[in-house]
C-alpha cells in the first residue's frame, strides 16, 4: 500500500526523469561504489562519514603521515647533523603517537636511533 507521501515523492521524480534533471548526473552510467565500513560500529558509522567528507582526520592517522613523511625525508639525507635534528623529531612524532594510543609498551612504535646515531656522528668513540 503506497502512502500519499511516497505518491507525492513517486510523481516528483517522474516530473524530473521527465525534465531531464537526471541526464547529466556525476557517474552516471557507472556501478555506485559502496565503503566497506563493516569494522566501523554503526554508532559511529554517520560521524566518521561526515568527518571523512570534511577532509578530517584523527589525530593519531595525521600523526601516522608525518612520521612516514619524516621517514622519507631521513632515508635520503646524507648529512649527518642534518640527519640526528630529523632523528630527534621522528622519535618526539613516535612517542607522541604511542601517547595518544594509550597502549600496552609491546605494541607499541618504536623509536628510531638510525645506527645507533650514526655510529656515535660518523667519528669513533672517545676512549
Do not use: W
Not at 557507472?30 to 560500529?41: C, M, Q, R
Not at 601516522?64 to 631521513?74: G, M
Not at 649527518?80 to 632523528?87: E, H, N, S, V
Amino acid at each position: 500500500m503506497i502512502t500519499g507521501f511516497e505518491k507525492i515523492v513517486e510523481q516528483r521524480i517522474h516530473d524530473a526523469i521527465k525534465k531531464g534533471e537526471f541526464d547529466n548526473l556525476a557517474g552516471s552510467g557507472k556501478p555506485l561504489v559502496f565503503e566497506d565500513n563493516s569494522n566501523v560500529s554503526e554508532e559511529l558509522r554517520l560521524a566518521y562519514k561526515i568527518l571523512k567528507n570534511a577532509d578530517c582526520l584523527p589525530p593519531e592517522v595525521e600523526l601516522k603521515k608525518e612520521i612516514n613523511q619524516t621517514k622519507k625525508l631521513l632515508s635520503g639525507m646524507k648529512e649527518t647533523a642534518d640527519k640526528y635534528g630529523l632523528i630527534k623529531k621522528l622519535n618526539f612524532l613516535i612517542m607522541k603517537l604511542n601517547s595518544i594510543r594509550n597502549t600496552p609498551v609491546m605494541y607499541e612504535m618504536p623509536q628510531q636511533y638510525e645506527a645507533k646515531l650514526i655510529g656515535r656522528f660518523g667519528s669513533k668513540p672517545a676512549k
